[in-house]
């Protein structure tokens, strides 16, 4: 078979290479991949499913020590994606043999979180291990694959629903900051109306007041001692000094070599005579005024008190101010505020409640077409009488809508319909799910790759091979690698990885390669009797590939 190209306009992401290092039996195992459908195929036990759990370890998926090769300090998993674009992308994850060792994981060779790593592997790769399928048994993920079927319509009214309940929610805490309590908003009120009151009462009209007060209160507490000390260190400039320059100054007047000597003296002279003019007139203005000291320490107790209470400084004190008389204003204007905002909280109802209603109208719509289209892909997969529904009924409101969404099956003629979760046979299931996931990746999705893990399970003759028809049509328009034990799905492959074991120095190693023409058909014919050589099984085998060939074609 030759290989498919994905639909281009997609711009499927494709896992090109897959490396996996000590993990389980697996020593070391490369596999190169590439677009349409890869099988991954293997006798029981050979470590073909080691293959999808590699994969799950490096979507995000929970890092046991215990999957550690033993005698190997970690396990490493990495896998290569290529775009349509050509960009590539790198995932990798690390996990320590040590109990308690948190795995490591990265992105491009970035260190990142799992959660991280989960987020960005859900964009390339939808993951269908043998349980993981049953993520759609849950009311949650089944409204999504409605809406998701329901196209941009229904997405746009699902973000409008949201939207309108986050404001109600963003409208409801602004209603309980305000103070439901009348009680309460009163002893609020109270509070902050004094607190304001001592900041506003205290008049701070510089934010350095407490330092201008400090200098003035040494100057007043020490002005008798400060009027002294002026006076000593006048007289001594006005007697002996001056006189002593005034001398100096007259003895190198007329002495032409010493005229810059004599310049600098008179200037001296006139300083001195200058600053004990100075040391008069601060002396003279140097009062005793005990009652401005009394007023200036009870001004500094007083910014002492507004500091402690509201504020290491003067500026974080008056901007407390503010903010209090912000709040104050809020719960005086209490009534009105809450009027307003209570518009706002109707308005915002109004607008989910007719979100929720186009919401619930769209999906309503979208459930018959897409349950058609499911019925239509079961009759395909060998369920011929089955029939699948969708009940869109009114349920508790939540963030995804006020919608009971529940996939229903009925796989026999005369059956009653019943949720999915009530269906016992896992083939029927399983290919409900199938049918389901091969139905929304054909609409579009935002995964670019599928992974399936025995999907087939409990599966055979017709019904395996319809499945593989399903897988290799999905193939047309995401990469697909599936691992399956049937060949008849495995038939349906552009290309087929056999992982097998043997022993080496005494150990279990698994290994894969990629099959071509006549071990391509050993290895079906193995899948088909248990054995490759029989000229029976291979000429099944063979048929099964032309088969496959001619339905794809």
Do not use: W
């Not at 008389?325 to 204007?333: G, I, K, Q």
């Amino acid at each position: 078979m030759s290989r498919r190209e994905p639909s281009p306009d997609l711009g499927a992401a494709t896992l090109v290479e897959l490396r996996v290092e000590s993990l389980g039996i697996i020593d070391e195992l490369q596999v190169v991949l590439g677009a349409g459908l890869t099988a991954v195929t293997g006798e029981t036990g050979a470590g073909k499913t080691l293959v999808v759990g590699a994969l799950e370890l490096l979507l995000g998926g929970r890092a046991d020590p215990g999957i550690v090769r033993d005698g190997a300090d970690e396990a490493r998993v990495e896998g290569r994606f290529v775009g349509a674009d050509g960009d590539e992308v790198v995932l990798a994850r690390v996990v320590s043999s040590t109990a308690g060792a948190r795995s490591r994981a990265y992105i491009n060779g970035r260190l990142v979180t799992a959660g991280e790593l989960a987020e960005r592997g859900a964009e390339l790769v939808e993951l269908h291990g043998q349980h993981t399928h049953h993520s759609l048994l849950t009311p949650a993920e089944q409204r999504a694959a409605l809406d998701h079927a329901g196209g941009e319509p229904a997405r746009a009214a699902l973000a409008d629903y949201r939207e309108a309940r986050a404001d109600l929610r963003h409208i409801d805490e602004a209603l309980e900051a305000l103070g439901g309590d009348a009680r309460s908003r009163a002893r609020e009120i109270g509070l902050l109306a004094f607190q304001l009151d001592e900041i506003d009462t205290a008049e701070i009209s510089a934010l350095d007041e407490d330092e201008t007060l400090a200098a003035q209160q040494e100057l007043l507490a020490n002005a008798e001692s400060h009027r002294d000390a002026l006076a000593h260190a006048r007289a001594c400039l006005d007697g002996p000094a001056l006189e002593g320059v005034g001398e100096a100054a007259g003895a190198l007047c007329d002495r032409a070599p010493f005229a810059p000597l004599a310049e600098r003296v008179r200037v001296l002279q006139s300083e001195l005579a200058e600053v004990a003019q100075d040391l008069r007139l601060v002396a003279d203005e140097l009062e005793l005024d005990p009652a401005r000291l009394v007023e200036v320490v009870e001004r500094r107790h007083r910014l002492h008190e507004l500091r402690r209470k509201y504020g290491e400084n003067l500026d974080a004190v008056v901007r407390y101010g503010e903010e209090v008389r912000a709040r104050l204003a809020d719960l005086e204007s209490y009534e009105m505020r809450a009027a307003d905002l209570e518009a706002l909280r109707i308005a915002a109802g109004k607008r989910g409640a007719a979100a929720a209603s186009v919401l619930g109208r769209l999906r309503r719509a979208a459930a018959q077409p897409l349950a058609a289209a499911v019925t239509g892909r079961l009759t395909r997969l060998g369920m011929p009488s089955a029939s699948f529904e969708i009940a869109v009924d009114e349920g508790p409101e939540s963030d995804d809508g006020a919608d009971a969404v529940t996939f229903l099956l009925s796989a026999n003629a005369g059956e009653p319909a019943r949720p999915f979760a009530k269906v016992v046979s896992g083939g029927e299931l399983a290919r409900s799910m199938l049918a389901l996931r091969v139905v929304l990746a054909t609409e579009g999705g935002r995964a670019t790759a599928f992974v399936f893990d025995e999907v087939d399970a409990g599966l055979g003759g017709e019904a395996g091979r319809a499945v593989g028809a399903a897988l290799a049509e999905l193939a047309e328009r995401r990469p697909v690698l599936c691992v399956t034990h049937l060949a008849q799905v495995a038939a349906f492959a552009d290309a087929q990885i056999v992982v097998e074991k043997r022993t080496e120095g005494g150990r279990t190693v698994a290994d894969a390669s990629l099959v071509l023409d006549g071990a391509r058909v050993r290895e079906l014919s193995r899948m088909l009797a248990g054995i490759g050589d029989s000229t029976h099984a291979r000429r099944h085998a063979e048929e099964l590939l032309a088969d496959a060939a001619a339905r794809v074609s």
